[in-house]
T-cell receptor, first 115, second 111 residues
Framework: DQQVKQNSPSLSVQEGRISILNCDYT??????FLWYKKYPAEGPTFLIS?????DKNEDGRFTVFLNKSAKHLSLHIVPSQPGDSAVYFC??????????????FGKGTKLSVIP | DAGITQSPRHKVTETGTPVTLRCHQT?????MYWYRQDPGHGLRLIHY???????DKGEVSDGYSVSRSKTEDFLLTLESATSSQTSVYFC??????????FGNGTRLTVT
């Protein structure tokens, strides 16, 4: 059963507008959430994260919002740029006690920013 | 960029043959992971390591084994490759919850 869901396989946005990527999770033990960006033929690169004790984290053009009661998070990119075109993965982790921070990933959303 | 190297970058092998993928890091991070990426599945954890000779299974560990004899190297072995193991394999390293760094992947094709 999928514990992290990204229900939109793709999203197209005009350059300069806002991109909103959504992610839902089912496991209540998840307490840390991350967004990764992936270009073709490269590994995922870390974008931004948020702890469950917060509801918002901002880094430049990227903001992540967390709604714990709804088990929902979203990534906002403002303004969107053509270089943002990539696949975005939502990931979540739970403190396993052993200290390892395994990530559970969603299936990804392919963002296309149209010039 | 984090010092993490995967080898080989591409490999084609036949069903039933053994295959070993290597992940090498220069960051001295404690944790190392192997994920596979398949269309429609995102990335799924195969095995991970929390120290030298300390490893554990992930979500999709059947058919795979791992070894970590040194901090810097984490090997993934397919004892007898099957077509269902055709995938892109990513190694990752971490020291805390934010520092999950990924290699550039190994594309494995089992014919």
């Amino acid at each position: 059963d999928q514990q992290v869901k990204q229900n939109s396989p793709s999203l197209s946005v005009q350059e300069g507008r806002i991109s909103i990527l959504n992610c839902d999770y089912t496991n209540s033990m998840f307490d840390y959430f991350l967004w990764y960006k992936k270009y073709p033929a490269e590994g995922p690169t870390f974008l931004i994260s948020i702890s469950s004790i917060k509801d918002k984290n901002e880094d430049g053009r990227f903001t992540v919002f967390l709604n714990k009661s709804a088990k929902h998070l979203s990534l906002h990119i403002v303004p969107s740029q053509p270089g943002d075109s990539a696949v975005y993965f939502c990931a979540a982790s739970a403190n396993s006690g052993a200290g390892s921070y395994q990530l559970t990933f969603g299936k990804g959303t392919k963002l296309s920013v149209i010039p | 960029d984090a010092g993490i190297t995967q080898s080989p970058r591409h490999k084609v092998t036949e069903t039933g043959t053994p295959v070993t993928l290597r992940c090498h890091q220069t960051e001295n991070h404690r944790y190392m992971y192997w994920y596979r990426q398949d269309p429609g599945h995102g990335l799924r954890l195969i095995h991970y390591s929390y120290g030298v000779k300390d490893t554990d299974k992930g979500e999709v560990s059947d058919g795979y084994s791992v070894s970590r004899s040194k901090t810097e190297d984490f090997l993934l072995t397919l004892e007898s490759a099957t077509s269902s193991q055709t995938s892109v394999y990513f190694c990752a390293i971490s020291e805390n919850r934010d520092s999950h760094y990924f290699g550039n992947g190994t594309r494995l094709t089992v014919t």
